[in-house]
């Protein structure tokens, strides 16, 4: 999610996968949920702030996190209200807004390709 031109990243602590790792909001699909309508209910719900209609960039063939297979569905959204915060203590360690040249690191694996997908509209990745 963006802010004029700076990425929220959050950094995942105590999770399944991406620990310590730096990461965008996100989560799981509801039954029938359009996936641009589930991003926005993710961020909405873990992060407690209101995005605009999210864009779709890219998708993810993403193996190999704890013995787990993910698809990414990488979203752009605007940031429209709100303040970051996590849904539940543990979760996240804190959010920042980066500029784009000052990333931290380590980052989550598909953060990478949803910005290469901004950058050059790469619509699909292997990890």
Same mark, same amino acid.
């Given at each position: 999610?963006?802010?004029?031109?700076?990425?929220?990243?959050? @950094?995942?602590?105590?999770?399944?996968?991406?620990?310590?790792?730096?990461?965008?909001?996100?989560?799981h699909?509801?039954? @029938?949920?359009?996936?641009?309508?589930?991003? @926005?209910?993710?961020? @909405?719900?873990?992060?407690?702030?209101?995005?605009?209609?999210?864009?779709?960039?890219?998708?993810?063939?993403?193996?190999g996190?704890?013995?787990?297979?993910y698809?990414? #569905?990488?979203?752009?959204?605007?940031?429209?209200?709100?303040?970051?915060?996590?849904?539940?203590?543990?979760?996240?360690?804190?959010?920042?807004?980066?500029?784009?040249?000052?990333?931290?690191?380590?980052? #989550?694996?598909?953060?990478?390709?949803?910005?290469?997908?901004?950058?050059?509209?790469?619509?699909?990745?292997?990890?």
């Amino acid at each position: 999610m963006f802010k004029g031109s700076r990425l929220l990243l959050g @950094r995942r602590i105590d999770d399944t996968h991406g620990n310590g790792e730096y990461s965008c909001g996100g989560g799981h699909v509801e039954l @029938r949920e359009r996936l641009a309508e589930s991003a @926005r209910r993710e961020i @909405r719900e873990e992060w407690g702030i209101e995005v605009d209609l999210p864009r779709f960039l890219c998708v993810i063939n993403l193996p190999g996190y704890d013995g787990l297979h993910y698809l990414s #569905f990488g979203f752009k959204a605007n940031w429209v209200s709100g303040q970051p915060h996590p849904e539940k203590a543990g979760e996240f360690d804190g959010f920042t807004w980066y500029p784009l040249d000052a990333l931290p690191s380590p980052l #989550f694996r598909p953060v990478p390709c949803y910005l290469e997908a901004l950058r050059t509209g790469k619509s699909y990745f292997e990890l």
